[in-house]
């Protein structure tokens, strides 16, 4: 016989692969009710879910807001849906998905009042969610094509997010910190540090170089320049 054989007797142990580990997505937990979790369920991602102060999906550092054609209409009128887009902000990366385009018309210039919005304001709203929040968005037909999006964008390079998205009522010890990180290579450890050392806002930019560069290094002059540069 020339089939091979396993020994028996060897000391040495058969190579067990590790289970590759499933891709996570993290679902704010008022989309449990909704058929996408348990779509990409099916699909074989781990879901999360958690209490997100901002956007209903977070997949590879980008935050993704989700509205049914109903919920765009509702959240415009009452004034949320803008809310929610300047929240969205805080991320680098950021997405608006409506949903549900084969199933209902956005707007219809036949029955222009049939959702209580004026089809032209419809589409300005589009344009200044494009233009004005610089929010890019994505038209799906259901809860499958949505899922089958969000899919694809959790196999994209993961972008490295901050860690202060909250909503815009921030403590003061978070405003200081949210300011901070509007300095060039300031993230969430050199503001904390910064304000951990100097106490105020005040302190630091009052703070000489060189001294700053003791506790951040070479970040302090970028931070310095930028605090001693005149408007001009």
Do not use: W
């Not at 369920?41 to 102060?53: A, V």
């Not at 929610?84 to 029955?111: F, R, T």
């Not at 709203?125 to 949505?146: A, G, M």
């Not at 503001?191 to 106490?199: P, R, T, V």
Request: net charge positive.
């Amino acid at each position: 016989m020339t089939g091979k054989f396993f020994n028996i007797f060897s000391r040495k142990k058969p190579a067990i692969k590790p289970e590759s580990k499933k891709p996570k997505i993290i679902i704010d937990y008022r989309e449990k009710n909704c058929l996408i979790p348990s779509e990409l369920s099916k699909l074989g991602f781990e879901i999360q879910f958690q209490n997100l102060k901002v956007a209903d999906y977070l997949v590879r550092g980008v935050a993704i807001e989700r509205k049914t054609i109903n919920d765009f209409i509702t959240s415009t009128i009452n004034k949320r849906l803008i809310s929610q887009l300047e929240e969205l902000q805080q991320y680098n990366q950021k997405l608006l998905v409506i949903e549900g385009i084969d199933e209902q018309d956005l707007y219809s210039d036949d029955k222009p009042d049939k959702l209580g919005m004026h089809p032209n304001a419809i589409r300005g709203l589009l344009l200044s969610i494009l233009l004005k929040h610089q929010v890019p968005i994505i038209f799906t037909k259901n809860y499958i094509d949505t899922a089958k999006f969000l899919a694809i964008l959790s196999k994209k390079k993961k972008t490295e997010m901050p860690l202060n998205i909250n909503k815009r009522n921030l403590t003061k010890k978070q405003r200081l910190q949210f300011i901070l990180e509007g300095f060039p290579g300031i993230g969430p450890k050199t503001a904390q540090k910064l304000l951990k050392k100097f106490k105020t806002l005040q302190n630091i930019f009052n703070t000489p170089l060189e001294e700053l560069k003791e506790v951040i290094g070479k970040k302090a002059e970028t931070l310095k320049e930028i605090i001693d540069s005149s408007y001009r």
